[in-house]
């Protein structure tokens, strides 16, 4: 049970804490009190009765336990503040408590402030680190004063993120307005200014006949030029960086003579800094066919640029992880599990069984942890390194997998019957080997004792998608772990039984993603086999 409450500490400087009262206005804020010592309740009653917040008072809500909380939780919609215990019905149920409001819930506005006298149940930094509170305080160390600074906090960031909320929506709402309006101006083809200016996007109207081109307000700050400048198409190509310019004129002449929409991404000069945009337009004849009059929109596009450089050199530091993985990472390894089994036959004969087991158990994990390790990089590198997209008779693909895995078919005495209509695939040859060697493996592997395992591998086409199955008769999934299965080093079965790093579904489910599709299992429950299932989109060439 959790410690009794120094009365006297916590009300120590209460008449100060009251004394800041401002005059009411609007609804109170909702504050659920939760602990399960009912001489908490009173006591934080007593230090919050005048407290005001941004001239609203407050409305207090008991809850004696985490259960009680979510029904308040549920009738309440609107609480802003939770002062929280941690020890209630159970050691953990107030931080299980914090991840139902945040995960389940989806409640990130309202502030949850930890109090607890059993500090070693809920460490601060430990809290603070995996959980989102937005406070900590101990009920040794509580003071009137205490709990209204930390009120008053939680309450105002409340607020202000609930105004956020509020504002993002508004500025959805606009940007979806703006977007409306934007096609409603192109099919009429006016000469209104067509792009606003939300986002970074600016318009422009270009008269080819007068050569002179009026921007709108956010073009002009795009460009570093004063509001209201009108240009000309040589004054544009001088504000484009000099290596671009070429392309720039190139794509503007196939629009002119083709009449195409001109869409361009390309660098500009403001000043001496360097920024992206891209220029999309559509182009009006005359009745003679003529170019007459362009009107455009200017992306500025330097950020999604720069999000892309960034995407570059995470890449080449996830190399340089990998390369940590397979090399030194498991050099260090491989030589304690090296050392292990000499230290154990040197030894041999002053050894008992039980640590002759000792000696297995420390070699194994070695294994296994190289087994995951080697299993992390397979999974980092779909999609990075392997063979490019090629077309690829896909029938082909499953007699090379079933070949790699006859050893494995033949100790499991499996059945393997191959049907349906195999297209060619525009794919990944190594990757979709690896994806029918993974799902086929596990057919076999994951087999009932006793039981003849029998796999069945079938395609098919079906509304422009692959569609491939691998069905067993072995194991099964309780259909409460259908969800767990392609998560990394996710285990439903034990190691004592069936090896495995736990990765090779995550793997298949990355490979399918990585080809824009998906993958998922279908299965009766335990020891009545499994389905599983991939859902490739098809080229249009592929057949």
């Keep these: 049970m959790p410690e009794m409450i120094d009365d006297a500490n916590w009300l120590a400087g209460l008449p100060a804490a009251a004394s800041v009262d401002l005059a009411p206005a609007g609804e109170p804020w909702k504050v659920l009190l939760v602990d399960d010592e009912p001489d908490v309740h009173p006591v934080l009653h007593l230090a919050l009765d005048d407290v005001r917040i941004d001239g609203r008072g407050l409305r ?5 336990s985490a259960e009680e909380a979510k029904l308040a939780l549920t009738a309440h919609a609107d609480i802003a503040l939770i002062l929280l215990d941690v020890v209630m019905e159970s050691d953990r149920a107030g931080l299980d408590l914090v991840r139902y409001i945040r995960d389940e819930l989806a409640r990130r506005s309202v502030q949850i402030v930890l109090i607890t006298g059993q500090a070693g149940y809920a460490p601060q930094r430990q809290v603070v680190s995996d959980y989102q509170i937005d406070g900590y305080l101990l009920k040794s160390e509580l003071s009137a004063e205490r709990i209204f600074v930390a009120v008053h906090s939680a309450i105002r960031a409340h607020r202000l993120m609930r105004e956020q909320e509020s504002l993002q929506a508004d500025l959805h709402q606009k940007v979806q307005e703006l977007d409306a309006t934007l096609v409603v101006l192109r099919e009429s083809e006016s000469n209104l200014i067509r792009a606003q200016s939300v986002a970074h996007v600016g318009s422009w109207t270009y008269e080819l006949g007068r050569n002179e081109m009026r921007l709108s307000a956010e073009t002009c700050r795009i460009f570093g030029l004063c509001a209201g400048t009108v240009g000309s198409y040589q004054s544009y190509l001088a504000r484009v960086h000099p290596d671009d310019r070429a392309a720039v004129e190139e794509a503007w002449q196939a629009t002119m003579a083709a009449g195409t929409v001109f869409q361009h991404e390309h660098r500009i000069m403001v000043g001496e800094t360097v920024r992206h945009v891209r220029q999309q337009a559509d182009l009006s004849r005359a009745a003679d066919g003529a170019p007459l009059r362009c009107l455009g929109t200017t992306q500025d596009i330097t950020e999604r640029k720069q999000a892309e450089e960034e995407l570059k050199r995470s890449n080449a530091e996830l190399e340089q992880f ?29 050894l008992d069984g039980e640590q002759r087991e000792h000696f297995k158990f420390a070699i194994d994990g070695a294994r296994r942890l190289d087994q995951m390790l080697v299993a992390l990089l397979e999974y980092s590198r779909v999609g990075r390194l392997g063979e490019p997209p090629a077309w690829l008779e896909t029938r082909a693909i499953v007699d090379e997998a079933l070949l790699f895995l006859q050893p494995a078919i033949a100790e499991a005495q499996a059945k393997i019957s191959v049907r349906g209509h195999w297209p060619r695939a525009w794919v990944r040859p190594d990757e979709i080997l690896r994806l029918l060697q993974n799902l086929i493996a596990n057919a076999a592997k994951f087999r009932l004792a006793g039981r003849c395992p029998e796999i069945r591998v079938a395609s098919r086409v079906a509304r422009g998608q692959w569609c491939l199955s691998v069905a067993d008769n072995g194991v099964g999934i309780y259909p409460g772990q259908l969800g767990r299965l392609f998560q990394v080093f996710q285990r ?3 190691r004592a039984n069936y090896e495995g790093s736990g990765v090779g579904l995550a793997l298949c489910r990355k490979i399918a993603e990585h080809h824009g599709g998906r993958i998922w299992a ?4 335990d020891g009545q086999g499994s389905r599983f299932c991939v859902s490739l989109p098809l080229a249009g060439d592929g057949g």
């Design 492 to 494: 439903l079965q034990s």
């Design 322 to 350: 990998s390369y940590a993985i397979s090399h030194d990472l498991r050099q260090p390894l491989r030589m304690v599990a090296s050392y292990m089994q000499l230290l154990g036959i040197s030894l041999a004969e002053q």
């Design 522 to 525: 279908e299965s009766a429950g």
């Design 60 to 64: 207090l809500f008991d809850a004696l």
